[in-house]
């Protein structure tokens, strides 16, 4: 349908379903993580339509009344949150019971705890085939999908992702401070996944071409906050004109607030993405769930290495749909926060990653054994150290209590490992982590020389499935921008049937339909349509717009949404007096200079064919040299 342009702003807001349950709290099977929260405990209590916003004309009135029944119940901290239409806040037992016993309080629900999914450390742009696809289609300037991304901030100016006030836009939530300024390296790490510039330096992102993103920063440095919060940065997601969402990030427990937010979201058509979570243990058929990722309306994401097998702590379930890397990925850090790392033993170098510490030596490589006594022979030396028995932390301070001057620790187990030395790091000396094949080759060279070099940078590597989830996230944005007709969920089916089968045939808990493949998406659709029919079920276009006047100089402007698997595309324009230009640009407004098709004809018989269309939005638009009157204009598409 063509369909005239108007400077009106459409403003969508999202409105969140309730459960009719009681007032009783919603208790909910929690998961026993490694680290226990931090946060305080407290409560989302949601009042009943027809009692509170029965009574309030407006926003304010209703946070005013809210408040008041706080402080009645001797509560003064309570924090009214008009995006639920809830109060979240502390609350002693005594006053928990009075609000179960309130008939006007729908539920009340414990405001479960949510934390970043990063342990610590590349990823393959090629493994997920994003190296593949015009990436031009998804940049700002054409109109690609926005992506939101829920996390701790981004350190802007930043040389791989530009400055404040590009392609780049974010929202400040209450007590995390600027968007801009990041709380710990996780969210630029994750923000640059999907969008680090492909610019010669650094690191590429999913969309290397200045990609249309929002930041919401909800997570501090800690890593810590509530369901509640991430249920109002969605909807500040869905304020900013977002298209996908990524939430590198999760916990244990499902929440009526939260699921229903996600579930409202999606409803309101954007396409939810979110880690599966890392407290999966590799002997377990199965895990425990995370959430949000294990909401239906999200789309839950697991991690795999460089050769597609399962991360070992990935968290597997049925809820688990589709994976992605997530082990050793390289990506952008706070300039400065990263590191710039090398490790050569006998001159031959290692891939290695940096635990902590930063700092440049070469001496000796001595065998320190597993680490866990001080050992004069290492003094001066770099202790090459079997992980296992003890903590890293231990192994490492034991070896510079002993003289050591670096560290090196090989895993025990098949594969790369990555850790840090703890909260209360006591060490200073330079450590690194290498393959278990790695540090068999070092142990034949002990006695020849080592070279450590961990030096400040703006890059570092981070695994988790924190780092898996942008990965789907920018594949997700850019296959619909190549199909921006297409629905959130046409996106969300297309990925899952194109993706790299791995594990047992079919879908599985461990890598759900398999790895994502945006080459292999963008080609489905190419071939069938978003809803999979090769156009065979398209209607011919043939629609006529009459009686179109412009004045000398001015503009007269129509859009067209033209679906996927059409393979001719015409417009043109005739009768009426007067001299009137048509101009047709796709995804963007037509300007005097620039156009798609623009035939510049005398008097008003002008027509602009395309063979093999793009999908998506048109920019039809009447310019008029001179004053002309009843123009008509006649759009015909050829399934």
Not at 343 to 369: C, H, K, P, R, W
Not at 387 to 401: L, M, Q
Not at 512 to 534: E, I
Request: hydrophobic share 35%.
């Amino acid at each position: 349908m063509i369909k005239q342009q108007k400077n009106n702003k459409i403003l969508f807001s999202a409105t969140l379903l309730s459960l009719a349950v009681s007032a009783s709290l919603q208790a909910a099977p929690m998961l026993e993580e490694a680290n226990k929260s931090p946060l305080p405990k407290r409560y989302i209590v949601k009042y009943k339509s027809g009692t509170t916003s029965a009574v309030m004309g407006s926003e304010g009135e209703m946070s005013h009344l809210t408040q008041s029944r706080m402080f009645n119940l001797g509560i003064n901290n309570a924090q009214f949150k008009p995006s639920l239409n809830a109060v979240v806040t502390p609350l002693t037992s005594a006053q928990l019971q009075t609000l179960q016993e309130d008939s006007d309080v729908e539920y009340v629900e414990e405001d479960l705890p949510r934390r970043l999914m990063s342990q610590d450390i590349p990823y393959g742009i090629s493994l997920v085939q994003a190296d593949q696809v015009d990436d031009m289609v998804a940049s700002a300037a054409s109109g690609g999908k926005k992506i939101c991304v829920i996390d701790s901030g981004l350190d802007l100016p930043h040389e791989d992702m530009g400055s404040n006030g590009g392609t780049i836009s974010g929202t400040n939530d209450r007590g995390t401070g600027n968007w801009f300024e990041h709380g710990g390296p996780h969210g630029t790490h994750v923000a640059g996944t999907i969008a680090a510039l492909n610019n010669g330096i650094g690191v590429r992102g999913v969309i290397g071409t200045d990609p249309s993103m929002h930041i919401i920063k909800v997570f501090n440095a800690s890593g810590w906050g509530y369901s509640s919060e991430l249920v109002d940065a969605v909807n500040k997601c869905q304020s900013a004109g977002a298209d996908v969402v990524n939430m590198s990030l999760g916990g244990a427990g499902s929440s009526t607030t939260e699921r229903n937010g996600m579930q409202a979201a999606a409803d309101a058509g954007m396409l939810l993405i979110a880690a599966a979570g890392n407290d999966g243990v590799l002997s377990n058929p199965t895990d425990l769930e995370s959430f949000p990722a294990s909401y239906d309306s999200v789309m839950s994401v697991g991690g795999v290495d460089k050769n597609k097998d399962l991360y070992t702590s990935s968290q597997k379930n049925s809820q688990v749909e589709i994976a992605a890397p997530g082990v050793d990925v390289q990506s952008t850090y706070p300039e400065g926060d990263g590191s710039s790392v090398s490790l050569t033993v006998n001159s031959i170098s290692y891939d290695t990653n940096a635990m902590e510490n930063q700092g440049v030596v070469t001496a000796s490589l001595y065998d320190f054994a597993t680490g866990e006594a001080t050992d004069n022979g290492a003094n001066g030396k770099v202790c090459l150290i079997q992980r296992g028995a003890i903590s890293f932390h231990d192994k490492v301070k034991n070896c510079e209590d002993s003289g050591g001057v670096g560290a090196i620790i090989y895993n025990n187990a098949a594969g790369s490992f990555s850790g840090t030395l703890g909260d209360s790091n006591q060490t200073t000396i330079p450590s690194l982590t290498v393959t278990d094949v790695a540090g068999a080759a070092m142990l034949a060279d002990a006695g020849t020389s080592a070279a450590i070099n961990i030096s400040p940078g703006n890059y570092g590597k981070m695994t988790g499935t924190s780092m898996a989830s942008p990965h789907v996230a920018g594949v997700a944005a850019l296959v619909w921008s190549h199909h921006p007709s297409c629905t959130a969920a046409q996106i969300r089916t297309v990925l899952t049937a194109t993706a790299e089968d791995l594990g047992a045939p079919g879908r599985d808990v461990q890598f759900g339909h398999g790895l994502v493949q945006a080459k292999a998406a963008v080609d489905h659709l190419n071939a069938n349509g978003c809803s999979g029919t090769p156009g065979g079920d398209l209607p011919a276009i043939d629609e006529t717009t009459n009686n179109i006047n412009v004045s000398r100089r001015n503009w007269v402007r129509y859009t067209f949404d033209l679906a996927d698997g059409y393979s001719n595309f015409n417009v043109a324009m005739s009768g009426g007096t007067g001299d009137a230009d048509l101009y047709v640009t796709y995804g963007k407004a037509s300007t005097r200079s620039k156009w798609d098709c623009r035939p510049y004809a005398g008097g008003n018989v002008e027509n602009c064919a395309f063979t093999n269309p793009q999908t998506g939005t048109w920019y039809i638009d009447v310019y008029g040299y001179s004053t002309a009157t009843g123009v008509s204009v006649n759009i015909t598409a050829t399934p």
